[in-house]
T-cell receptor, first 114, second 108 residues
């Protein structure tokens, strides 16, 4: 049981380049999330999904796109990378059932845009 | 809007107790999470409170007062490995909103 996996772990992009951050979970959770975390800051929600085929914007969606074609995968697309997108990106999946609610995070992708 | 406040830093001695407060003003509320995050790592789940009161899990306890918009995380018998950032997060339906985190430093 791998939990939430993310690739790549590290990436350096040039301004204007594009890339896709991959996220996969094997726990059959319906809810999945993308966050970014800047140094010394909390997590900011970029996009989230409540099930395959359903996505919605979070607090900071500009410059990003997502898709959710399967329950397992929730890739995040950066188009025209900018230095402001330098951050650590965490994907998470969430299990919620009554009073039980747990969010599991992937190991993160450290992205630098130069 | 969502407003979640935590102290920025706290320092305590090994073996002591530290209480990390979190106050929130949010447009909706289902429950409150506490996460631990070591430097360079992903957050890991500590607790989830839905109802008012104290929930204890070993050395860690979490308290919630929904009427006051207030929670705290209590860390007892501090160990060096407890040096980390502690994140408070409020759930509202599908979304979570995080505070900026409290960095706890444990000194020998």
């Amino acid at each position: 049981n791998a939990g939430v996996t993310q690739t790549p772990k590290f990436r350096i992009l040039k301004i204007g380049q594009s890339m896709t951050l991959q996220c996969t979970q094997d726990m059959n959770h319906n809810y999945m999330y993308w966050y970014r975390q800047d140094p010394g800051m909390g997590l900011k929600l970029i996009y989230y999904s409540v099930g395959a085929g359903i996505t919605d914007k979070g607090e900071v969606p500009n410059g990003y796109n997502v898709s959710r074609s399967t329950t397992e995968d929730f890739p995040l697309r950066l188009e025209l990378a900018a230095p402001s997108q330098t951050s650590v990106y965490f994907c998470a999946s969430r299990r919620t059932s009554g009073r039980v609610d747990t969010q599991y995070f992937g190991p993160g992708t450290r992205l630098t845009v130069l | 809007g969502q407003n979640i406040d935590q102290p920025t830093e706290m320092t305590a001695t090994e073996g002591a107790i530290v209480q990390i407060n979190c106050t929130y003003q949010t447009s909706g509320f289902n429950g409150l999470f506490w996460y631990q995050q070591h430097a360079g790592e992903a957050p890991t789940f500590l607790s989830y409170n839905v109802l008012d009161g104290l929930e204890e899990k070993g050395r860690f306890s979490s308290f919630l007062s929904r009427s006051k918009g207030y929670s705290y995380l209590l860390l007892k018998e501090l160990q060096m490995k407890d040096s980390a950032s502690y994140l408070c997060a409020v759930t509202n339906d599908y979304k979570l909103s995080f505070g900026a985190g409290t960095t706890v430093t444990v000194r020998a």
